[in-house]
């Protein structure tokens, strides 16, 4: 672990420090004068490389293909000149938004270009395209962080989310990535498994974070589940308070834990950017937060202001 925060800090310059107490000071003036002030450019970003996936999980918009916008691949011309605009002031890089990252062609071929100007690369996958030559190009691109989504001890409590999924796929994905990095002798992708616990898979935290430490993966995250239908979602939300986002109510249905603060760090400190991203009115969009969040949809789910890994 201690090499894992020394390459988090070795992407760190006086500069991207300067611009972090832009956004931080910018942001809690904001809170204090109810009046959007920006200062600084994104910290962290996450870019979209596809919409595509091959799993069909149901609390996904990927998964349950229910895009409002086009499906489609990130154009590497593209995300070098975006890189190239963002690298003097951007810490860190997650390839990842809606849809498997290593269904874009170039996937690899864009994190090798940003781990070259000095940005922290941080990746999601449901490992299902983790072979022994993938794998070995994850090692070559020196990706950062790479994130592994196991929902589940065994195939049966596995594919009740990731629909489609083949647990054994998952396994074998970690071992080829695990086994490329001691040939390599690379410290580096941190592999971590990402568990969303669910109410069907909350009797197997232990088992996950046994098979982990057999395998030897990095870390095991334990993470609670976002409900699109919460207050009706008495099937997936966990009997154990501490794995959920939610709380039921007297009346039976849940409700969020969150507060719904008239504020949102995530606005001021990074951004998405889609594969068919365009700009958008950023700042319109801020000042409703600080009026009244608890009035934007999208807001009234959303983990800031909420736990999310247990």
């Known amino acids: 672990m201690i090499r894992y925060y020394l390459n988090i800090f070795s992407k760190l310059s006086a500069y991207k420090i300067y611009n972090f107490s832009l956004l931080f000071l910018s942001f809690h003036y904001s809170r204090w004068r109810g009046k959007v002030v920006q200062s600084g450019r ?21 998964g349950l293909r229910e895009f409002t916008r086009p499906t489609g691949m990130l154009n590497d011309s593209f995300f070098q000149s975006l890189i190239l605009q963002l690298k003097q002031h951007l810490f860190s ?19 090798a270009f940003a781990n070259a100007q000095g940005i922290y690369t941080i990746t999601s996958t449901n490992a299902h395209y983790l072979n022994a030559e993938s794998a070995k190009a994850t090692i070559n691109s020196r990706l950062n962080e790479l994130i592994i989504s196991l929902d589940g001890s065994q195939q049966e409590s596995y594919s009740k989310y990731r629909v489609g999924g083949q647990f054994e796929k998952v396994i074998e994905g970690t071992q080829h990535i695990l086994q490329q990095k001691k040939a390599l002798k690379s410290h580096f992708p941190h592999v971590v498994w990402q568990f969303i616990v669910f109410k069907h898979n909350e009797s197997e935290i232990e088992d996950i974070k046994r098979l982990g ?24 939300i966990p009997e154990n308070p501490k794995y959920s986002r939610y709380e039921k109510t007297q009346a039976g249905t849940f409700k969020i834990k969150n507060k719904l603060l008239n504020q949102c760090w995530r606005m001021w400190q990074g951004c998405v950017i889609t594969w068919d991203w365009q700009s958008e009115e950023y700042m319109r969009f801020r000042q409703s937060i600080l009026k009244g969040r608890n009035q934007i949809d999208i807001c009234t789910n959303c983990t800031e202001g909420t736990k999310v890994w247990a």
């Open 42 to 62: 994104p910290l962290f970003v996450s870019i979209e490389p596809t919409t595509s996936c091959n799993l069909r999980c149901p609390q996904c918009p990927s």
């Open 93 to 111: 890089l997650t390839f990842y938004f809606q849809g498997e990252p290593y269904l874009n062609p170039d996937f690899l071929k864009m994190v």
């Open 213 to 236: 430490k057999k395998l030897g993966v990095n870390e095991v995250r334990i993470k609670t589940a976002q409900i699109y239908d919460y207050e009706h979602g008495e099937e997936w």
